[in-house]
């Protein structure tokens, strides 16, 4: 099955280049980044706890949440009179896993993820 290009995104012509950069902009905050990796590792918070784990006031949290829901980057949950928030999809934390992984690579030498690779990857013995 062939795909269609012109239609997947995949071109520097395509229609969501623009909103592509949306969402490099809306990533473009480390307080926002740290929450996407909360919500990776815990698959869904509350603002309290959100506020918590990246060390700000529940207000400040609650903005940057609101502007990732408005950006469909986060969506929520409620149970109660508490509000439970969780990535939308995978795709924003595989944007931020790779730049942290690019950052490493601007340290210079080889990267920790390399040499988790490295670690796991089987031994190979000579003929």
Do not use: W
Not at 38 to 50: H, I, K, M, Q, T
Not at 58 to 68: D, G, M, R, T
């Amino acid at each position: 099955m062939n795909a269609d290009t012109s239609r997947c995104g995949r071109l520097p012509e395509s229609e969501y280049v623009e909103l592509a950069v949306e969402v490099f902009s809306m990533l473009a905050d480390a307080t926002r980044v740290r929450i996407i990796m909360a919500l990776r590792d815990a698959s869904e918070l509350s603002v309290n706890r959100l506020a918590e784990t990246v060390d700000k006031s529940p207000a400040a949290v609650s903005q940057h949440l609101a502007k990732l829901r408005l950006a469909r980057i986060v969506s929520t949950r409620q149970e109660g009179t508490r509000i439970f928030y969780r990535l939308e999809n995978e795709h924003a934390q595989q944007l931020v896993a790779d730049a942290i992984f690019q950052a490493e690579h601007s340290l210079g030498g080889t990267p920790h993820h390399h040499r988790a690779a490295d670690a796991v990857r089987p031994a190979v013995s000579e003929p």
